[in-house]
């Protein structure tokens, strides 16, 4: 059977805690140096202590952790597609903005400033802000959870 044969198959990897990374990157290598069917790899944030895989042929999984040090079990688990797209896309709070209020940057180049929201976008995740900080009225667009709102005083 060819690659394209497999269906996707999701195994969650069960490490040492802070090594995530270093063992992703050598699965990865390991994946590309032997030409194994590892389609991608998942260092879940809000998983410590686990890697996620998406594997055709199960076989190929064994061969890319056997030997690597800071795996903890040599058995992979076996996970849901819907639980591996949970930790890939976090949820994320959008806060409610509206034209006219003051809003504090939290976020890129222009963390800390304070700015007066003139449009939000919610289809493509943008904010335009007059930055009151500025000498003159200069607008920026800003994705729209990089901003706060300020209390009212």
């Given amino acids: 059977m060819s690659a394209k ?10 490490v040492t805690g802070t090594m995530e990374e270093k063992i992703a990157l050598i699965i990865a290598s390991r994946a590309q140096y032997m030409d194994l069917d590892i389609r991608s790899i998942v260092v879940p944030v809000d998983l410590k202590g686990y890697i996620v895989l998406e594997v055709g042929n199960p076989a190929h999984l064994y061969d890319a952790i056997k030997g690597v040090r800071h795996i903890k079990r040599r058995r992979p688990l076996h996970m849901k597609k819907e639980d591996v797209l949970k930790l890939a896309a976090p949820v994320v709070e959008i806060p409610e903005i509206s034209p006219g209020q003051v809003v504090r940057i939290i976020a890129g180049p222009f963390r800390g400033m304070r700015g007066r929201v003139v449009s939000v976008s919610e289809s493509r995740g943008e904010v335009d ?10 607008i920026v667009t800003v994705p729209i959870e990089q901003v706060k709102p300020e209390e009212a005083q």
């Fill in 129 to 138: 802000l007059v930055l009151l900080e500025s000498d003159i009225d200069m």
């Fill in 5 to 14: 044969e497999y269906p996707s198959r999701f195994y969650a990897i069960y």
